[in-house]
């Protein structure tokens, strides 16, 4: 059997008195596009950083591939594939985009000089930022920011990356490249779980939702049974959940 390229084993974590996850498992596939949906709140980013180790859990294993990387420091993680983006744009403000996507293609990818130079150019041209490579990250605008944000997550290489609702903020059309963009990683091998309040974009790219609510998945599956489920829905009445159908 395959080694999932993720997989959570009874991840419990709280802040004070609030629940973020309790004993909570998640096991994703290689090339695997899970998508996560979940209140404000839920501990939805948390997850990712307890996946990517800038947050410890208070209890539970983590591993990849077979590997328990639950004590590995977050550099580590990255460098044996895992990628991720910030919800809140985290570029180094002072250097250029393209100095930006180097850092990640060494220090990530582990790659240098010319396969460095050429994989950090390239990954900011896939992801629209090719006329911008010289500009310094801190005077972008937010979309260009969350494209960097995508970039950099490519740019180490991964073998799963996890993304932080890269599409928020975004119009239509603009949203529309960014699924084309996400579905051409995935199917080069990728496996992405994808943080998203817009959901049609989640439902053009994954096959697998879970929604993730008072520190569990209360739900986990096909994504429109998903998004059907009363409880589901119950737990998104008054928030910004926008499906397909709500928009049309
Ligand atoms: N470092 C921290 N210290 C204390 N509380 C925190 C910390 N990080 C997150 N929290 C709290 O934990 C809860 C979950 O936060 P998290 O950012 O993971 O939620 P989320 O599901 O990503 O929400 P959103 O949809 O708004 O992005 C929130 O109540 C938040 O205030
Ligand atoms: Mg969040």
């Given amino acids: 059997m395959t080694e999932p390229v993720l997989a959570l084993r009874g991840i419990s974590k709280r802040f004070g008195e609030v629940v973020v996850a309790e004993d909570l498992d998640l096991t994703v596939a290689p090339g695997e596009a899970i998508g996560i949906v979940g209140p404000n709140g839920a501990g939805k980013s948390t997850l990712f950083s307890m996946i990517a180790g800038e947050q410890k859990p208070d209890s539970g294993a983590i591993s990849m591939l077979g590997r328990d990387i639950s004590s590995l420091p977050a550099q580590d993680r990255t460098r044996i594939g895992i990628g991720r983006t910030f919800q809140i744009p985290r570029p180094f403000e002072g250097m250029s985009v393209f100095e930006?996507?180097?850092?990640?293609?060494?220090?990530?990818?582990?790659?240098?000089?010319?396969?460095?130079?050429?994989?950090?150019?390239?990954?900011?041209?896939?992801?629209?930022?090719?006329?911008?490579?010289?500009?310094?990250?801190?005077?972008?605008?937010?979309?260009?920011?969350?494209?960097?944000?995508?970039?950099?997550?490519?740019?180490?290489?991964?073998?799963?990356?996890?993304?932080?609702?890269?599409?928020?903020?975004?119009?239509e059309p603009e949203v529309a490249d960014?699924?084309?963009?996400?579905?051409?990683?995935?199917?080069?091998?990728?496996?992405?779980?994808?943080?998203?309040?817009?959901?049609?974009?989640?439902?053009?790219?994954?096959?697998?939702?879970?929604?993730?609510?008072?520190?569990?998945?209360?739900?986990?599956?096909?994504?429109?049974?998903?998004?059907?489920?009363?409880?589901?829905r119950e737990v998104y009445l008054g928030t910004t959940l926008t499906t397909e159908e709500d928009t049309a």
């Fill in 100 to 171: 930006n996507l180097l850092v990640f293609a060494t220090s990530g990818a582990g790659l240098h000089g010319h396969a460095a130079y050429t994989r950090a150019a390239e990954t900011g041209e896939r992801v629209g930022l090719g006329d911008v490579l010289n500009a310094q990250a801190g005077s972008l605008g937010l979309l260009a920011r969350k494209r960097l944000e995508l970039a950099r997550g490519l740019a180490s290489d991964p073998t799963v990356l996890l993304l932080d609702e890269v599409a928020g903020g975004l119009t």
């Fill in 178 to 232: 960014l699924v084309e963009l996400i579905r051409g990683v995935q199917q080069e091998g990728l496996a992405i779980v994808w943080i998203e309040h817009v959901v049609h974009a989640l439902t053009q790219t994954v096959r697998r939702l879970a929604c993730l609510a008072g520190g569990r998945l209360i739900a986990d599956g096909d994504p429109f049974e998903v998004l059907d489920d009363p409880v589901v």
